[in-house]
């Protein structure tokens, strides 16, 4: 498939829910921003960098993610798949780091979604007191847990879940609708305050107890945070009713309207301080110990000026954020675990969907996960929100990483330089908020670092179960993956150790605690066996691979003894078949001089006449021997193809192009037409091979293997079609360009169909292993392709007896004309 074309025209979701540009505009707004874009300018933009600093940061920020998101929507054009950045990243680094990508991005996205989620809560607390605040059942990290908040939490959770799962079009609509209203009443509730303000609330510019540029830099580097969801778009790439090239300037108009929301709610936190603060300096440094509306800055500046209707819309647009946020990573989450079942990372359960497609078994698992979410509170949500700040960082260094290595391939020099910039950020954008005390207010919480150590475990302990249930070896090549979860596993607990002990230590200096040995001792052991587990997992891992390693070297010790024994034995018996194949041409070829003598002979009406039907016969007997006769000298020569030369793509396959030479279409189709139009006509089987549209008919190729390649495929047709079936060989041109054209060879029979499990061995890149499909006409078949760097793909059609097209695309160069026609 075209990777610019959509998946509209190919049988894929129904139109109704195909996604148009301003569908894709507002699924990755409303993904990238939600309910903290109305809290965190006021708690962490403003006290840090002030007004200015926070619109340059945002400004620079932008400006940083467009070079994230241009590397991740040129795989996106290139890699037209729902799976987004883990199936670019699977393609291109393997599934071991796939993998990661994979595991990173639920994390964050569903920490996002639990985010937005549980912030009625929070809403409710301000706006409405303690409605919901009956049924005391403990407390976390000072925040109380009711039961009534849990249960308004679920009704959030269920309903928007459901809604994903069952709303089909309606979700689109919905979540577009929602997010031009979000942007809408921002915008209209800044210039309203602003033309009742104006610009005297904004001074002093910057914070004045550090420089600016280390205020503009420290915001800047909670670029992930503020945009991360943004990228959600790629799981959608199968949704566009648009060409994929057209994503780039989507993502722009949506990271920019995602950085304008968050410069003008941090704008609108001091538009309308209090009035016993005389500045915003003032006000900010007082606000965490604020009750009421004082301590949500944007909820002040909106009612002090607007008065309850303003606060109605303020409610209005923090509604729309959250909504097309909860719909947009439902779905989001839905079709990524959708992905990891069809890879087989996640139980099959998870790979089916609905009859339009909707992932509906995987929204409902992480809807049912989610309830659990608010037993855990509020402030662990916080810490869980911390982490995606490093690991969407890790994420778009993958996407970077892949665009740069595409791009290396394909010589696109513009591509190359932005995806080393964009794993360059990627970088930067990982250790700074992970160091503590490097930036300016943005330091991840002491629990922050031991959810980041938890979660590395957990995901690397469900890898481990993954490389040890694989049954296809697709994982355990990298050790670069295994020493990244252990780093930051390492990282993440020391750094989460040395803040914990240092916290207690300055408690102990206060006398407001009293230290012991074991308090220490206790938490680091808990790092310890954190270390000490994943160790032993990579030990196993090791262990495996390098058992796998000697397994794979015996069978390839004991293949090449095969080879070398049936090589031995095919050259013996090549070279003996070849002197009774001589004899039997010559007997055949003196049978045609008779039968042409026979046919210049004046008598009438002789009995002893030659029939017309005999000397065709011959003919094609004729063919058939030197085709034999060439299939054994390519025996002796060659040795044929094994399966090892396949795997291992050595030069010995490279050197079976050598045959290569100027040929014509034509003559392949109609060599092939005669060999089996008698066999067909035996079994009663309707039998034809022309090409339909053919252009450049004579190309540069090697026609001994693709009359090889055709003939096994006409053979499997014919030996699975019954009688009154038929089979058809057609030939399409394409495309040309550059002295290259590209060819379509259409196999087409109303035989059985081929087995699931053969169709997607067939469509995998790797070739065939022997273990796990048989060797067939079908296998060598792709084998040939392969040699001759096309693809092969099947076609089938529901229904007994409706058969399958075996499509092998073929881009070769042209051969000159022939001054003079060929006989």
């Known amino acids: 498939m075209n990777a610019s074309v959509s998946k509209s025209g190919s049988g894929g979701r129904a139109a109704a829910n195909l996604l148009s540009p301003l569908n894709v505009w507002g699924l990755s707004l409303g993904c990238a921003v939600g309910w903290g874009a109305f809290m965190v300018p006021a708690n962490i933009f403003i006290p840090t960098a002030g007004p200015l600093g926070t619109i340059l940061a945002m400004a620079l920020s932008t400006g940083l993610l467009l070079v994230i998101a241009y590397n991740f929507c040129q795989l996106a054009e290139k890699y037209h798949d729902d799976g987004g950045i883990v199936a670019y990243t699977r393609n291109i680094l393997g599934s071991d780091h796939a993998f990661l990508a994979a595991w990173i991005l639920l994390i964050a996205y569903m920490s996002i979604l639990w985010g937005n989620a549980t912030a009625n809560v929070l809403l409710a607390r301000y706006l409405l007191g303690d409605i919901f605040e009956w049924g005391y059942l403990y407390t976390i990290a000072d925040f109380d847990i009711y039961f009534g908040e849990v249960s308004a939490t679920w009704a959030v959770f269920l309903f928007f879940g459901l809604l994903a799962c069952y709303g089909g079009s309606l979700n689109k609509h919905l979540n577009t609708i929602l997010a031009v209203v979000f942007l809408l009443t921002v915008v209209i509730l800044f210039t309203a305050l602003f033309k009742q303000t104006g610009t005297d609330v904004f001074y002093p510019l910057f914070q004045s107890y550090t420089s600016p540029t280390a205020q503009i ?19 959608a790439c199968n949704d566009f009713n648009f060409p994929s090239r057209k994503l780039f300037p989507i993502v722009i108009a949506a990271v920019l309207a995602g950085g304008l929301i968050y410069i003008l709610l941090a704008a609108m936190s001091i538009m309308a301080i209090p009035a016993e603060f005389s500045s915003w300096t003032e006000y900010m440094a007082q606000r965490p110990g604020l009750d009421g509306l004082a301590g949500l800055p944007v909820f002040h500046s909106v009612y002090s000026v607007f008065g309850i209707q303003g606060l109605a ?27 990891m079942g069809r890879q087989e990372v996640l139980p099959v ?16 698992f992480v809807m049912l996960l989610s309830l659990l979410i608010p037993f855990l509170g509020r402030v662990s949500i916080v810490w869980f929100c911390d982490v995606t700040t490093v690991v969407g960082s890790v994420a778009y260094g993958y996407a970077s990483l892949c665009a740069y290595k595409t791009a290396c391939t394909e010589d696109r020099p513009l591509a190359k330089k932005l995806g080393l910039l964009g794993v360059a950020i990627s970088v930067i954008f990982f250790f700074c908020p992970l160091l503590p005390g490097l930036l300016l207010g943005g330091s991840m919480e002491t629990e922050s670092y031991l959810m980041l150590a938890i979660w590395s475990l957990v995901g690397f302990a469900y890898y481990w179960y993954t490389f040890k249930t694989d049954k296809r070896n697709r994982f355990g090549h990298s050790t670069s993956m295994c020493i990244m979860i252990l780093f930051l596993n390492f990282f993440a607990s020391s750094i989460w150790l040395w803040q914990i002990m240092k916290k207690q230590l300055q408690q102990a200096a206060n006398g407001s605690i009293n230290i012991t040995h074991d308090n220490i001792a206790m938490d680091s052991t808990i790092q310890m066996v954190m270390i000490l587990l994943i160790l032993l997992l990579m030990a196993d891992i090791f262990i495996t691979i390098k058992r796998r390693e000697r397994q794979i070297a015996q069978r390839r010790h004991q293949q090449s003894e095969i080879n070398i024994a049936r090589n031995t034995f095919l ?16 007997s055949i070829h003196q049978s045609l001089e008779n039968c042409a003598i026979c046919a210049t002979c004046p008598e009438e009406n002789c009995p002893r006449r030659i029939p017309d039907r005999l000397n065709t016969c011959l003919w094609q007997l004729d063919a058939h021997t030197q085709h034999l006769g060439t299939l054994i000298g390519s025996m002796i020569s060659q040795k044929g193809i094994t399966t090892e030369d396949v795997k291992a793509g050595s030069a010995k396959v490279h050197q079976l192009l050598r045959h290569t030479k100027s040929m014509d279409w034509r003559h392949v189709l109609q060599h092939a037409k005669d060999l089996f139009t008698m066999q067909m006509q035996e079994k009663n089987i309707f039998f034809d091979a022309y090409p339909i549209e053919l252009p450049h008919p004579r190309v540069i190729g090697d026609e001994q293997r693709l009359e090889r390649l055709l003939i096994n495929l006409i053979s499997n047709a014919c030996e699975y079609t019954p009688a009154g079936g038929g089979v058809m060989v057609t030939l399409i041109e394409t495309g040309a360009a550059a002295e290259r054209a590209t060819y379509e060879l259409h196999v087409n029979d109303t035989g059985t169909n081929i087995p699931p499990v053969i169709i997607s061995h067939m469509a995998e890149p790797e070739p065939f292993d022997d273990e796990a499909v048989d060797l067939s006409g079908l296998c060598i078949a792709k084998g040939l392709v392969q040699i001759m760097g096309g693809t092969l793909k099947i ?25 003079t026609e060929q006989p």
Request: glycine letters at 6%; charged letters at 10%.
């Open 217 to 235: 830099l420290s915001m800047c580097m909670l670029a992930p945070w503020m945009f991360f969801g943004f990228e959600a778009v790629t799981h």
């Open 349 to 364: 359960w998870f790979s089916r969907g609905a009859a339009d497609e909707t992932p509906r078994n995987a929204i409902i």
């Open 571 to 586: 050259s013996n018996i090549s070279h003996d078949l070849n002197i009774p194949m001589e004899a039997a041409q010559v």
């Open 313 to 339: 819309f303020l409610c209005l647009s923090i509604a729309s954020a959250i909504i097309t946020s909860l719909l947009g990573l439902y779905r989001t989450i839905g079709f990524l675990l959708q992905y």
């Open 795 to 819: 076609n089938t059609l529901p229904g007994q007896g409706a058969g399958k097209d075996i499509i092998i695309t073929l881009t070769m160069p042209l051969a000159p004309e022939p001054l």
